[in-house]
């Protein structure tokens, strides 16, 4: 919940959460998911779209070759969204491989 009111702070305007695509707004987001993404620990890269990617990937062992599970979201918002619209997905899916992680398990 910490992670979600610290980005529902991030907003174009006062009072309202509105973070539209390629605001500063939606950098200022983009780079705070970015460094809880690296926290959890996931390699991030930003594509030629402004879309954020991390990754926590299986590397050697007895995980090499196997699926990968995608999760997804949206940073963005509509004008006045709700606090939970997009970033609830983002937040969960840093959630899960941050504990992954700390289990120290790929899978």
Avoid: C, N
Avoid at 15 to 28: D, I, K, P
Avoid at 36 to 49: I, K, N, Q, T
């Amino acid at each position: 919940m910490a992670r979600l009111d610290a980005l529902a702070l991030v907003s174009q305007e006062e009072g309202r959460l509105t973070r539209t695509y390629l605001s500063e707004a939606h950098r200022q987001a983009v780079d705070l998911v970015s460094r809880w993404m690296r926290e959890a620990g996931m390699s991030v890269r930003l594509d030629d779209a402004a879309t954020l990617i991390g990754r926590y990937a299986p590397g050697s062992g007895e995980f090499a070759g196997r699926r990968s599970l995608l999760l997804g979201s949206h940073l963005d918002t509509v004008r006045d969204a709700g606090r939970y619209d997009g970033m609830l997905g983002v937040v969960t899916a840093i959630e899960a491989v941050r504990e992954l992680k700390q289990r120290g398990s790929k899978a």
